[in-house]
């Protein structure tokens, strides 16, 4: 049972940074895809970023290119999330998720860890 813990998640001024992990077990990911998503108060949750465990290649929604890194540790069995130049649209609950790298869905998700962004 593949199971993904977030953390990281903390109250920040705009402009600000913050890095989110995603702390995975019980599988090994070579061939595993973990991405990020989002979910603001309201709203639909929705892609922010993703990595191919194996290639290293990755994916970014439009919203946070050229400001959202994502990386990942395969000593530590994390992927991290560097968020740079944070606005307060980014406020959400952040999710870690995953899935085999050809699935369509993603099987897996996290519990989710709260970032807000002042203004």
């Known amino acids: 049972q593949v199971h993904l813990v977030e953390s990281g998640g903390e109250l920040v001024q705009a402009g600000g940074s913050l890095r989110l992990s995603c702390a995975a077990s019980?599988?090994?990911?070579?061939?595993?895809?973990i991405g990020w998503f989002r979910q603001a108060p309201g709203k639909e949750r929705e892609f922010v970023s993703a990595?191919?465990?194996?290639?290293?290649?990755?994916g970014y929604a439009d919203s946070v290119k050229g400001r959202f890194t994502i990386s990942r540790d395969n000593a530590k069995n994390t992927v991290s999330l560097q968020m740079n130049s944070l606005k307060p649209e980014d406020t959400a609950v952040y999710y870690c998720?995953?899935?085999?790298?050809?699935?369509?869905?993603?099987?897996?998700w996290g519990q989710g860890t709260q970032v807000t962004v002042s203004s």
């Open positions: 019980g599988r090994t990911f070579s061939s595993y895809r």
């Open positions: 998720a995953a899935s085999l790298a050809n699935v369509v869905f993603w099987n897996y």
């Open positions: 990595i191919i465990w194996g290639s290293g290649s990755t």
